[in-house]
Nanobody
Framework: QVQLVESGGGLVQAGGSLRLSCAVS????????MGWFRQAPGKEREFVAA????????FYADFVKGRFTISRDNAENTVHLLMNTLKPEDTAVYYC????????????????WGQGTQVTVSS
């Protein structure tokens, strides 16, 4: 089986930064396109960012506007999301995703989900 475990969430003031991490375990997971999604209460889960297995290609939702950076370290089996200049509207549960299928920069599906980590941005 594949397991994704997020960490690094918490409470941060607007304008601050937070780094999320996703620990990946399982067979051949390093070959998967990995990503991050988020879901605020009462809203649909939305795509945030994705990264190819080699780390050479990254994809971002348009609302990121250069504030977030996704990265991966296959040797450590981790995926990260560095979030800078956080805004209150970034408040959500952030989910690590494995086996992300993309069409262009749009997500088509996800094979594996983490449990999520709460990010709260105060104003």
């Amino acid at each position: 089986q594949v397991q994704l475990v997020e960490s690094g969430g918490g409470l941060v003031q607007a304008g601050g930064s937070l780094r999320l991490s996703c620990a990946v375990s399982g067979r051949t997971v390093s070959t998967y396109t990995m990503g991050w999604f988020r879901q605020a209460p009462g809203k649909e889960r939305e795509f945030v960012a994705a990264i190819s297995w080699s780390g050479s290609s990254t994809f971002y939702a348009d609302f990121v506007k250069g504030r977030f950076t996704i990265s991966r370290d296959n040797a450590e089996n981790t995926v990260h999301l560095l979030m800078n200049t956080l805004k209150p509207e970034d408040t959500a549960v952030y989910y690590c995703a494995g086996g992300v299928s993309l069409s262009g920069s749009r997500p088509l599906g996800v094979q594996y989900w983490g449990q999520g980590t709460q990010v709260t941005v105060s104003s």
